[in-house]
């Protein structure tokens, strides 16, 4: 055998090797030569992209809307100008996350011919940084809330306990305002930690279905955690279900409605005793969740503030500016919105609006 047969023999062995590779790499791959003409598609890569074996010798630019890459054009251009690797990460129009790398390939004479490009889904590793994002950003929220919130009660503990220590036994009324101030550092410091608490929880907690009796359910949770408080505001409560079945976090939900009837007795308004009205409807794909009550109203030039972390309308108020603020992040976290509107010394509304399929169902929180 002469050395040509040989060589062309070894080069045949080595394209079938070659198109066996292609045919059974579970890799989406294109190869795309000096023109812009699609030379070889894996099976995979047609598959992936909805494309057909009729398409290898099209040009990508025929193709484009295939890819869902707005630049991919572009930077196949950069490889075969450079001859230098590029590698990015992508998103197509279906939300699905790729690791491209564009590759250049040569000819014998060591001249650039063509790209290979090579695609890994990397939609399951993009999920996980999120998640990780969150939970780092929970954890800051956590961290800002005790320097915030815990110190100052701690440092009144602090002072009331130095006063104590030193303090005649015949100062029995100065006695009694040191200890109210520490029942009130304590309560104080309870309800930071209750909202730690529930943000820690919401953060892991996965949706399920729900209906109207679900909510009825969650809102005696939230009467009886409040009872010390209806009780002695002598609150009333109404609720109205029309709702079909849709997909949420029950501990979410409790959060969304305790912080917000919590508010509701908090800030009833002088003279007349809290009445609150709670109705959720089902209005086309979303859910919308009202607690309306005719406690003080808010300020027109406060609407936008509530929401920040650790404003209050009050500032001599118990509360830790967080409830609002928890409320909202977990309300858009899933896709959703909330909305308010109040008339001083007539009340206030909010409005929770939430997909009511499967939209809020990655569990992310906040």
């Known amino acids: 055998m002469d050395t040509a047969t040989s060589t062309i023999l070894e080069m045949n062995d080595r394209l079938r090797q070659m198109e066996c590779y292609l045919n059974n790499t579970v890799l989406p791959q294109i190869y795309v030569d000096n023109d812009m003409k699609l030379r070889k598609l894996t099976p995979t890569a047609i598959n992936t992209f909805a494309l057909k074996p009729q398409d290898e010798g099209r040009r990508i630019t025929e193709l484009k809307e295939h890819f869902r890459f707005t630049k991919i054009q572009e930077d196949i251009a950069e490889v075969l100008a450079t001859g230098e690797p590029l590698e990015k990460e992508v998103q197509s129009s279906d939300s699905t996350w790729y690791q491209m790398k564009v590759t250049p390939y040569y000819d014998p004479d060591h001249q650039v011919i063509g790209t290979m490009i090579t695609f890994i889904d990397i939609s399951e590793k993009v999920q996980q940084l999120r998640t990780l994002e969150n939970l780092l950003q929970q954890n800051e929220t956590i961290l800002d809330t005790i320097s915030h919130d815990i110190k100052s009660p701690l440092t009144n503990l602090l002072l009331a306990i130095e006063e104590f220590s030193a303090m005649k036994k015949e100062s029995f009324e100065r006695a009694q305002q040191f200890a109210q101030l520490i029942s009130r550092s304590i309560k104080k410091m309870e309800r930071v930690i209750g909202d730690l608490t529930d943000m820690r929880k919401t953060s892991s907690m996965a949706p399920e279905q729900l209906d109207g009796n679900d909510i009825a359910r969650i809102l005696e949770d939230v009467y009886l955690s409040l009872h010390q408080d209806i009780r002695q505001s002598q ?100 896709g959703g919105r909330i909305e308010l509107k109040s008339i001083p010394g007539d009340g206030t509304e909010f409005r929770i609006i939430l997909p009511a399929g499967e939209k809020n169902t990655d569990g992310l929180g906040i």
Request: aromatic share 10%.
């Open 235 to 334: 609150a009333e409560f109404e609720f109205k279900p029309h709702i079909e079945h849709f997909c949420y976090s029950k501990q979410k939900l409790r959060s969304i409605l305790f912080n917000l009837i919590n508010n509701a007795i908090k800030y009833k308004a002088d003279g007349r005793m809290p009445r609150v009205r709670i109705e959720a409807a089902t209005k086309g794909s979303e859910v919308e969740i009202r607690v309306h009550d005719n406690g003080k109203g808010i300020e027109t030039t406060n609407l936008e503030k509530v929401f920040d972390k650790y404003f209050r309308v009050e500032h001599n108020s118990d509360g830790t500016g967080m409830g609002l603020y928890l409320v909202k992040q977990l309300v858009e976290k899933d």
